[in-house]
């Protein structure tokens, strides 16, 4: 018959039947066409309060009884593919059918009991495909068949059908995406002043787990704290009620770098007020009649009304997918800290120094991808915890430093851990899959889906004691708790008698007695409670993995640094007796990732120096500074002759890198990259590095350096570490200079922070240099030319673009004379003729600057006649122009040409003399 119909199609025949019943398809499901849909309550894509994830159905479409089945349900889960059972198949209708079609290769038809466009696969084929589009992003539902077209006929009615179940990427549990964390993230947001400052409560999940976690937190306007939460959490799905978030709010969301998916929330039905959030939890995590459990009491009384609000958003986004019960009746609650116990690193901080991920949003290059040697999935989970939030208290990080230097020096039990850790699974999400299966299958679910519902839970419960049983094994030799999880399996055995089959495949279930007496549902359901009650022991066993997998992880790497020397870092406590003012103290400092990124690279050490010790006794200021002002040439990416891109931290950012990553301080306790160091403990790092702007948010990026600037301004303390580069580049010269200043004078004089500053505002350097808070401090460079043997940048140069610009990567004391600009566009590949027009307009430049500064005073009073349109500020910069001349040599390069040329070309008759 196929081959007939191939036959007949070969030679034109049929295939205008086909496109006929296509049309007639397109013509009556036309309200799913982007021109004429609507969402269920008839409103458009654009409208206020559009809802993508439901569709209107006009009630003159004529639908089989069938279809109106189907339609029924897809109205309500338009974001949804859903398998429709039909007999012995599931079949995919119209939008879905499109979806299936491109993504498993499935052959579109415009038949059977759709009368639309289809495809479909046998039962046997559903789960494999389901499991295919999930992991492509996809959500997907099935509707199954509750009872016989034998049952159904008996009543004279279509077969009854429901949705049973909706698979998502955040909320799968028996195979999940990833072996990183997947979160679902539910927001609620209050406006607290009128200045933008907000109250955000939150709760998200970890389905594979079986973990929920609730927090709140004030945030400012810059949307720093709610930054920071997304960099921690990493959501897949974040969850809001619709219409609910402030511009600043949704801006920020929109700044989000890692992909993620939003989904608003019906107000009150969805995501209920404040005041209705308790009773909407009513049934869920023992709340019962407005209380709260003694199970997790703690947690839910602790949260705030606006988190358990955020929790119940939760909970309907659950209930809608069919997993509200699965997914809630045995999970653990526990309230969410960003920073108790740990150094605080920001959202921006995370992100500027690439420690989660590189600059493009990929794995190489990063800190974790530097550290991470782990061997099982929970520890590279607990990796990037312990990434975001570092230890902050001595004897936490000298314990942790202590469990890694022994590892490293007893090679032997290094390898016997890392060994035992490989036979291990992933006993977390084990333990997640035995709380899910805890309840059993819905009542009035046909034979077929309670038997495998039984079997899933079954396969459940044998994995975790399995799983439990060769973690305990593994850990016999290290842990205390190995003894008590050995009880607590006993006890489990004690019921069970556990056939012999190789690992992974389901043990048959036997009791001891009194099997007959149980229907087999609620025997596997006794089981599993029986386990679960020992949830704490196995939760232990689960954390000690991970510790043991990353301090393993944390030797190795350590080990492998054979690019330079390595030490361990000496952690002082101030007020202690150790040291009385924040000091920094890194000898000899380099950044793995950075050489690791530069194929021609070689570790390159220099030496930060912020703050002496006491034993010190160094009477120097410089070095006795908190402060570093670092100038000289910068630049991103060089490309080689050959044409292939090595990826440098050049100049300035180089020097900043280096002492700013948290592995250089003491945020991973473990060997630092160095050949000493000794730091007092620092509270928070912040960040401002690099131009960016966020277009689609309406940001500009002067906008986002400010904020990330007021951020730094508001929050620093004298045991923070301030980064800063270039700041003020975003806007005119001398306002960007004057926030420049402003910023470097009140964070030496006020705040009194470990601080490393950035810029290409050389005059900045003049006003600091004998400040005894401020130590300048250089990024040596080379000017190499074929004419002439080469020559140190520190003593000047010519700008011909004929010059090669060599960079060191080297610290030196003063002040660069020059940012060295021609040269480096030149190595970016500006075109020769374009570098050499610069360079002739640098020249021309200067002398007509110079001309200005001769005129003195007579400059001044022109400029007092003629600078209507000018500020007070702009005109002040005139009125010091004397004093200038006084103290600066033009030819040495230390005005800022660009920005007093700027004013100049705004004067009124600027080109009479």
């Not at 001595?394 to 314990?399: D, K, N, Q, R």
Request: hydrophobic residues 40%.
């Amino acid at each position: 018959m196929q081959r007939r119909r191939k036959m007949r199609r070969a030679f034109g025949e049929g295939v205008e039947k086909d496109e006929g019943a296509r049309e007639q398809v397109r013509k009556k499901f036309f309200w799913l066409e982007e021109k004429h849909i609507c969402d269920g309550s008839g409103k458009r894509p654009g409208d206020e309060g559009y809802d993508v994830r439901t569709v209107k159905v006009p009630r003159e479409t004529k639908l089989s009884d069938s279809q109106k089945q189907y339609w029924d349900i897809k109205s309500q889960y338009r974001d949804v593919m859903l398998f429709f059972k039909v007999g012995k198949f599931y079949e995919l209708y119209e939008e879905d059918a499109q979806i299936g079609a491109d993504e498993l290769g499935w052959k579109m038809t415009v038949s059977g009991v759709g009368h639309c466009r289809q495809v479909g696969c046998p039962e046997s084929g559903v789960s494999a495909a389901t499991e295919k589009l999930v992991a492509r992003g996809h959500k997907v539902g099935l509707i199954e068949q509750l009872e016989t077209s034998a049952e159904a006929k008996q009543f004279k009615r279509v077969v009854r059908r429901e949705l049973v179940k909706v698979f998502t990427p955040a909320t799968l549990v028996d195979t999940p995406v990833r072996d990183a964390a997947v979160h679902v993230l539910a927001l609620g947001e209050k406006e607290v002043c009128l200045g933008g400052e907000v109250r955000l409560g939150f709760a998200f999940m970890e389905a594979a787990t079986g973990r929920f976690f609730l927090g709140h937190l004030m945030d400012s306007p810059a949307r720093t704290g709610l930054q920071t939460l997304l960099s921690h959490v990493a959501p897949h799905e974040l969850l809001h009620a619709r219409g609910s978030l402030s511009a600043d709010t949704r801006a920020a969301l929109k700044r989000v770098s890692t992909k993620m998916q939003v989904t608003a929330l019906t107000p009150d039905y969805e995501f209920p007020s404040e005041e209705e959030a308790v009773a909407m939890l009513e049934g869920y995590f023992g709340v019962k009649s407005g209380e709260f459990g003694s199970r997790h009491e703690h947690a839910l009384k602790e949260a705030g009304s606006l988190s358990l609000a955020a929790l119940a958003a939760l909970v309907a986004h659950l209930r809608r997918l069919k997993l509200g019960v699965e997914l809630t009746a045995a999970a653990e609650v526990a309230p969410y800290e960003m920073y108790t116990g740990a150094m605080k690193l920001d959202g921006a901080t995370l992100q500027n120094l690439e420690l989660l991920e590189n600059s493009e949003g990929g794995h190489e290059g990063s800190l974790l991808a530097h550290l991470d040697c782990c061997v099982t999935a929970p520890g590279r989970r607990l990796l990037r915890k312990w990434i975001c939030r570092p230890l902050r208290h001595v004897a936490a990080i000298e314990e942790r430093l202590d469990a890694v230097q022994e590892l490293r020096e007893r090679a032997e039990l290094l390898g016997e851990v890392r060994r035992r850790l490989r036979g291990c699974g992933d006993l977390e999400r084990c333990l997640g899959r035995a709380r899910a299966a805890s309840t059993g299958p819905t009542n009035g679910l046909p034979d077929h889906l309670v038997a495998a519902s039984n079997k899933r839970r079954l396969a459940a419960l044998g994995a975790a004691v399995r799983e439990v049983q060769a973690v305990q094994a593994a850990l016999t030799f290290a842990v205390k708790g190995c003894s008590e999880a050995q009880e607590g399996l006993a006890n489990v055995e004690a019921s069970l008698t556990w056939p012999r089959a190789p690992r992974g495949a389901p043990p048959t279930l036997g009791m001891a007695s009194d099997v007959e007496a149980y229907e087999e549902a609620e025997a596997i359901g006794s089981l599993l409670e029986m386990f679960l009650a020992h949830s704490t022991t196995w939760n232990e066993l689960a954390v000690h993995l991970a510790k043991w997998d990353v301090l393993a992880a944390f030797a190795i790497s350590a080990s492998n640094q054979s690019d330079g020397a390595v030490c361990r870092p000496r952690v002082l406590q101030r007020g202690a007796g150790q040291a009385d003012r924040p000091l920094l103290q890194l000898r000899g400092v380099w950044h793995p990732c950075a050489v690791a990124a530069c194929a021609r690279g070689s570790v390159i050490p220099n030496d930060v120096v912020l703050g002496t010790s006491q034993e010190d006794g160094n009477a120097d200021s410089s070095a006795a500074a908190r402060a570093m002002l670092l100038t000289g040439p910068n630049m991103g990416e060089v490309h080689s002759a050959e044409g292939h891109v090595h990826r440098h931290h050049h100049g300035a950012n180089r020097a900043l890198m280096d002492p700013a990553s948290p592995r250089a301080p003491h945020a991973q306790p473990d060997t630092v990259p160095a050949e000493s160091c000794t730091l007092t403990v620092v509270d928070t790092i912040f960040t401002r590095l690099g131009a960016q702007d966020h277009i689609v948010a309406g940001e500009s990026t002067f906008h986002v350096e400010c904020m990330e600037a007021a951020h730094v301004l508001r929050n620093a303390t004298s045991d923070s570490l301030v980064v800063l580069d270039e700041l003020g580049r975003g806007t005119s010269t001398f306002d960007g200079f004057s926030i420049a200043h402003a910023t470097l004078s009140y964070l030496t004089s006020t705040v009194g922070c470990r601080l490393l500053f950035a810029t290409h505002y050389h005059p900045l350097a003049d006003d600091f240099q004998s400040s005894s808070l401020v130590r300048l401090q250089h990024m040596a460079a080379q000017i190499s030319s074929t004419s002439a043997p080469e020559t140190d940048a520190s003593s000047g140069g010519d700008k011909s673009p004929k010059e090669r610009l060599v960079f060191l990567y080297k610290l030196k004391e003063g002040c660069c004379p020059k940012s060295y600009g021609l040269q480096v566009a030149s190595l970016a590949g500006l075109p020769a003729e374009v570098v050499t027009a610069g360079s002739e307009a640098a020249v021309r430049l200067e002398e007509s600057l110079a001309h200005v500064f001769e005129a003195g005073a007579a400059t001044q009073s022109t400029c007092r006649t003629d600078s209507s349109d000018l500020t007070n500020h702009e005109i002040a910069v005139f009125d010091d122009l004397s004093e200038w001349q006084g103290r600066t040599n033009v030819a040495e390069g230390h005005l800022d040409y660009a920005g007093l040329l700027d004013i100049w070309h705004r004067l009124p008759g600027k080109h009479s003399n």
